[in-house]
């Protein structure tokens, strides 16, 4: 089945700092989202982006379904940015596969 | 609309009693997906339905695993009977086909 692949693991932030996330995956895919898993376990939709560039406030995010990456990236972070985030994309198929996400930290 | 309500929000039982999971889907969503969430395995999905119907139960860990979707408005994920390792968080989501919503997980410890 497709792999799904996330980067970093783990990301550390000072209020105020930029960063982006990377999402690579081994296959052609119809469906690409990318969410965000709050601190206590909610889980939103940021963006339904399978090809393309879309923004949202100070997130944006931009998917190069030919070369089989996405990128999500955050502007000026803030504490409430706090969580994993998740791609998740499926092949041709209607069921998502997530990866294992981003833990990011943003501390004052 | 209220998003997609599941019931309980936490669970607690003892080893071998039968646990049920309760989802509603947004009105018009016409799939729905159930999800576990453990640290050990992440995010893994256990059955979709479309219209109702099941289409892809590949991820039921075992036939102790149960799921059914009596009309548009309701599903339910049974467990009988349940065992430790089925701790977790279970999560249901609805869609149109694009975006998911995901409710809120019912977080399931069996002792």
């Known amino acids: 089945g497709i792999q799904v692949e996330q980067s970093p693991p783990d990301l550390i932030l000072q209020e105020g700092a930029n960063s982006t996330l990377r999402c690579n995956f081994s296959d052609s895919v119809n469906n690409l989202q990318w969410f965000h898993q709050n601190p206590w376990g909610q889980l939103i939709n940021l963006f339904y982006i399978p090809s393309g560039t879309k923004q949202n406030g100070r997130l944006s995010a931009t998917t190069v379904a030919t070369e089989r990456y996405s990128l999500l990236y955050i502007s000026s972070s803030q504490t409430t940015d706090s969580g994993v985030y998740f791609c998740?994309?499926?092949?041709?198929?209607?069921?998502?596969?997530f990866g294992t996400g981003t833990r990011l930290q943003v501390f004052p | 609309d209220a998003g997609v309500i599941q019931s309980p929000r936490h669970e607690v039982t003892e080893m071998g009693q039968e646990v049920t999971l309760r989802c509603k889907p947004i009105?018009?969503?016409?799939?729905l997906f159930w999800y576990r969430q453990t640290m050990m395995r992440g995010l893994e999905l256990l059955i979709y339905?479309?219209?109702?119907?099941?289409?892809?139960d590949s991820g039921m860990p075992e036939d102790r695993f149960s799921a059914k979707m009596p009309n548009a408005s309701f599903s339910t994920l049974k467990i009988q009977p349940s065992e430790p390792r089925d701790s977790a968080v279970y999560f249901c989501a609805s869609s149109q086909g694009t975006g998911y919503t995901f409710g809120s997980g019912t977080r399931l410890t069996v002792v």
């Open positions: 009105s018009g969503h016409d799939y």
């Open positions: 339905f479309n219209n109702n119907v099941p289409i892809d």
């Open positions: 998740a994309v499926d092949e041709n198929t209607d069921k998502l596969i």
